[in-house]
């Protein structure tokens, strides 16, 4: 296994990484600037406010998403015990 091995796999691993992450960040944030602009109408500056619908969104897109999540890990996983066996 030479360097350019161990940069494609930390690069691989980035990139599941993002794709595992990245959907459920941006659900989240999309809520809370929902939220906020929602709070700059009303002008209701309640800083809770923005807490329980985060978690709400972040909680069912985890239940949403997990078969996703998991497939990703296992395909990245399996490459990689793959690439251990064959070099």
Known sequence: MNASDVFGIGNQAIMVALEIGAPIMLLALSVGLVISILQALTQIQEMTLTFVPKILVIFISLLVLMPFMLST???????????????
Request: glycine content about 6%; hydrophobic content about 45%; overall charge neutral.
């Open 73 to 87: 890990l296992v395909e990245f996983t399996q490459s990689l015990f793959t690439r251990i066996a064959t070099g």
